[in-house]
């Protein structure tokens, strides 16, 4: 779609600059593109359930968020060959979290927001090696310094990659196999601003986009 796009808005400046005029003129196009080895397939442990249980309200604080235990869930990306990729959350209900840089955790009955989660992928190897973790803040024009890590914090709207060495700003390296595991660490509202009269479910939700690169 982006190369397809750009060809399209190339294609009508050309022709809007060269309507005024009978004179002769040329323009370069540059076509690229990345022709991937081999596809992707990102699966997640429990039907990618992160369960928090049964919650009861007598165990959570009054007037200070409850911080949950975490939940974790294994997590593998398999590829059919050496290819560069990261990863990106999305939270398919953000308008329900309390705050901007996490994922929500629904509503109450009464409209209150329940909480919210923060997502981190920990304990990570790529083929078989420690992954050093790599963040881009501009949609992968640029990558800070690969570092490592025992958990990386899947962050909105961040890409998320993983490097084989350390120190590197070149991006994510090209990985066959990246294993790991999805931890979810829930924080649940004050119960002072939460209406519990009746069981209040926590539904959260979100998707993690593999993005080529």
Known sequence: MKFSTTLLALAIASSAAIAPSAFAQSADLSITGNIFPGACTVSVGNGGVADLGDIRADTLNADTTTLLAPVTL???????????????????????????????????ANDEKIGNANILVADVTADGVPAHGTF??????TWNESHPGGHFTLAMPDMLGFAKEQSVDTGPAAIKNLQGSLKVIAQIQPTDELTIDEDVLVNGSATINLTYL
């Open 136 to 141: 881009s803040y501009d949609e992968g024009l």
């Open 74 to 108: 294994p997590m593998n990306v398999d590829c059919e060959s050496d290819v560069r990729f990261a990863l990106q959350g999305v939270d398919n209900t953000a308008e329900t979290s309390t705050q901007p840089d996490r994922y929500g955790l629904g509503m109450t």
